[in-house]
């Protein structure tokens, strides 16, 4: 029994310092009904994504905020995950840890440049940038409070300055959808004594799932065009270049302005999600600037907002509004015409 104690112990205490000099902590917790320390494998992975876009969104933010950033300051973000470590799950709840070091330089610019070879010009320290991860986290989790007790999404508009964004509600929507709670830790490395930040708890629900998917279509909203959130089945992807944010086509399971429409991404990240509906089978919320070409709807500019429940728990409509006579099905052409009109030939068909 000692024994295991002690190996409990080195494992979540002592291995880690070890293996890892100086660096602040983050610790993504998500409970699980699985035996202690394991969960089922869908959720692990869309934990360990949740856990990468919450930090991705908060780099993003360091550098200015933004209701939907889209690929702005994507470089910049990845240039801070370069430097971040996944340390291993601790028993319990499944847990994602993050450690971020403190000292260490994050270019401003893409190539860097003589600039970055002189003490602080041109780099941002990555504690300053996990700081901003944290107040991000910070605004989005007292908005989704205010939504608890008014009902109301003001909270997240407010909260735009603070870093509250698409990208962020996103994020935290993955680790709080269809859990039974969960919550964001962050303990800041104490080698520097005179300089350490006050550590930060914070906790979601399953329920809060609605208020951050509420929250994610207006801030991914262009005000200054007709935007359209269609729930539907995914069917024929198509991408051109590696890097590129693809297209695909979705079937709607609920009624809307159109029955079939062409999604063109904003960000390339929401095209592997549009991938995992397709292969699992699970209706997709996604949210664009519908524009009609011919007898095509497009969604232009468009952002996923979540994947939902299995396609077959939702009823098609038996009659569709606003659909123009004589519109036909999106694909009643093949593939051939939707590889033309995407971002390139190749297809990649999951």
Do not use: C
């Not at 959720?43 to 360091?62: D, H, P, W």
């Not at 297209?247 to 095209?271: I, M, N, Q, W």
């Amino acid at each position: 029994m000692q024994i295991a104690e002690d190996r409990e112990s080195w494992t979540r205490v002592i291995y880690p310092r070890l293996a890892v000099d100086a660096s602040d902590e983050f610790r993504f917790r998500r409970e699980s009904s699985a035996p202690s320390g394991l969960i089922d494998w869908r959720s692990g992975e869309r934990l360990i994504e949740s856990a990468r876009r919450t930090l991705v969104a908060g780099a993003k933010f360091f550098l200015g905020p933004g209701r939907h950033f889209v690929n702005r300051h994507g470089r910049f973000a990845s240039r801070y995950l370069d430097e971040v470590l996944m340390g291993q799950t601790a028993p319990g709840s499944y847990i994602v840890t993050a450690y971020a070091p403190p000292h260490a330089g994050i270019s401003l610019s893409a190539s860097g440049g003589e600039m970055s070879s002189l003490p602080d010009v041109g780099v941002a320290h990555a504690r300053e940038v996990s700081q901003a991860v944290v107040r991000a986290v910070e605004a989005t989790a007292e908005a989704v409070e205010h939504y608890r007790t008014s009902g109301s999404l003001s909270g997240f508009e407010a909260g735009v300055p603070r870093g509250i964004s698409y990208e962020m509600t996103q994020a935290l929507l993955g680790i709080a959808a269809n859990s039974d709670g969960a919550d964001i830790t962050v303990e800041w490395d104490s080698s520097n004594p005179e300089a350490i930040p006050e550590s930060a708890h914070f906790e979601f629900r399953g329920s809060d799932a609605e208020p951050l998917s509420k929250a994610a279509v207006r801030l991914a909203e262009d005000k200054s065009s007709r935007m359209v959130t269609v729930i539907g089945r995914v069917h024929l992807l198509a991408k051109k270049d590696v890097g590129s944010p693809g297209v695909f086509g979705v079937e709607a399971l609920t009624s809307g302005p159109a029955r079939k429409v062409r999604v063109r991404l904003a960000d390339e990240e929401d095209y592997h999600e549009a991938i995992r509906a397709h292969e699992e089978d699970l209706a997709l919320q996604v949210s664009g600037k519908l524009e009609k070409e011919g007898n095509l709807s497009w969604l232009y500019n468009a952002t996923v907002i979540r994947t939902m429940g299995h396609v077959d728990e939702y009823q098609r409509p038996r009659s569709v509004r606003n659909v123009s006579a004589g519109q036909i099905d999106l694909f009643d052409n093949g593939a051939s015409q939707l590889a033309q009109q995407s971002p390139g030939p190749s297809q990649d068909s999951q």
